[in-house]
């Protein structure tokens, strides 16, 4: 601490770590967000340190605009909280504060110690438990990605650089901090991101980073369900799903994660209808319209559902009982890897349901089903399935129209009733009479 505090009032460098001014980088405080300056001055005024962190700082210097921004600070989650008006520490295995400033939240991390020997792990190097704070070096050891590990100081707009992370920003380079082997035991998810970054930003994986990933790929299985949900959420919702999801099968981490990368595999048609999915989904993200992530996974599931609603019609089953055990079924395998929430499940099954009844055309069928609470979603799921040759582009045209028709035309448009097959009137047996014969 000392030894800290003098090299602070003497300017002496740390080891490892390089302190860039903004004639270099070029990122001016302008382009931090209001509520997060606040923060790090607020914090900068009392004695502590506070930098902005992360993700936040590797978008600005690429001259992307960040979703969020996170500081970290040496400042503990207590004393954090009792300097703002709307503080509130949350999580459990490392305890952060959200500071809310206007409409922005702002989460404040205090810095981690980087010490192997007091992490509590299991069996297979996966770190489980390790809240210890420690400085700003430990902290930056422990991130992910040198391009993520890059602080920046508001008040001198200075970048800190503890890891080379700047040059491999201008690289395109994407490298992780310490022995690749050791840090995916401690947290496989690491690979999934790395995967992710790569696909989002356009980098290419450093071969030593990379090298590991498929001969690892098989820890991602113990991740808990409800994280990897969390990961593959932020993957396909990234604006460059598609180019994660090729990056995935490339990497050997598709197996087992999401079924329908098995299952495209061999699906031509199927392989379409997610491309189509995932392309929409791409396009809707990067111009800032909202994504339904119920409506995407309910399109990458979609060939499973209709292989084993074949299955339970092959042996017997009517349509209707058929597809609710192929969605139950599906479903269930699923939720086990990724702990898909109930919200998206319930949305999920209503899509599918759907699917059947847009055949239905002839009665009051049709306004029943244009009455349905999200109608509009199992539309578009249509149009996507007509998109892929699924089924007949008349079918999504005659539904496209009917929708934006008054009442007159809607009637006027249904389909005729084919007249059911007449019945065969069965015969029936004159009772023969009892004839009494006369005894010869």
Not at 86 to 100: D, E, M, P, S, T
Not at 302 to 313: F, I, S
Request: aromatic fraction near 8%; hydrophobic fraction near 45%.
């Amino acid at each position: 601490m000392i030894r800290r505090l003098l090299r602070r009032m003497f300017g002496i460098e740390e080891p490892g770590l390089r302190r860039i001014p903004r004639s270099e980088h070029g990122l001016a405080r302008e382009a931090i967000s209001p509520a997060a300056r606040k923060v790090c001055e607020v914090l900068a005024a009392h004695g502590h340190a506070a930098h902005v962190v992360g993700g936040a700082v590797r978008d600005l210097l690429l001259g992307l605009a960040p979703k969020d921004f996170d500081v970290a600070t040496d400042a503990r989650p207590e004393r954090v909280k009792a300097l703002f008006r709307r503080a509130y520490i949350v999580g459990r295995r490392f305890r952060l504060v959200h500071v809310v400033i206007g409409g922005e939240t702002v989460e404040v991390s205090t810095f981690r110690a980087f010490d192997p020997e007091t992490v509590e792990r299991d069996e297979h190097g996966r770190v489980l438990r390790d809240n210890v704070y420690g400085t700003q070096e430990e902290d930056a050891r422990r991130r992910d990605f040198t391009v993520n590990a890059l602080f920046y100081d508001p008040a001198t707009e200075t970048v800190l650089d503890w890891h080379e992370g700047l040059a491999d920003l201008r690289k395109r380079r994407l490298r992780i901090i310490g022995d690749p082997e050791t840090r995916y035991r401690e947290d496989p998810v690491r690979m999934l991101r790395a995967v992710r970054l790569a696909g989002k930003l356009g980098f290419t994986i450093d071969p030593q980073t990379r090298t590991p990933i498929r001969r690892f790929a098989a820890l991602v299985e113990r991740v808990p369900p409800a994280r990897l949900f969390d990961e593959m959420l932020k993957l396909l919702l990234s604006g460059h799903a598609s180019a994660c999801l090729r990056q995935l099968r490339d990497e050997g981490l598709h197996r087992g994660l999401l079924p329908l990368l098995d299952v495209i595999l061999d699906q031509p048609l199927g392989e379409r209808f997610v491309t189509l999915a995932l392309a929409q989904t791409d396009e809707r993200v990067r111009s800032g319209r909202p994504v339904s992530p119920a409506f995407l996974f309910a399109a990458l599931l979609w060939h499973q559902v209709l292989a084993a609603w074949r299955a339970h019609e092959r042996a017997g089953e009517r349509p209707v009982p058929a597809l609710a055990a192929a969605i139950g079924q599906v479903l269930q395998a699923q939720c086990e890897k990724l702990a898909i929430q109930r919200r998206y499940t319930t949305l999920m099954r209503e899509i599918w349901a759907m699917q059947p009844r847009f055949e239905q055309r002839s009665g009051q069928r049709p306004f029943r089903l244009l009455a349905a609470p999200h109608f509009r979603m199992g539309y578009d799921f249509l149009a996507l399935r007509a998109a892929s040759g699924e089924v007949p582009a008349e079918l999504e045209a005659w539904w496209r129209t009917f929708q934006a028709a008054d009442d007159d035309t809607r009637r006027a448009m249904r389909v005729a009733e084919a007249a059911p097959a007449p019945r065969r009137r069965r015969r029936r047996r004159r009772k023969a009479a009892v004839a009494t014969a006369p005894t010869p």
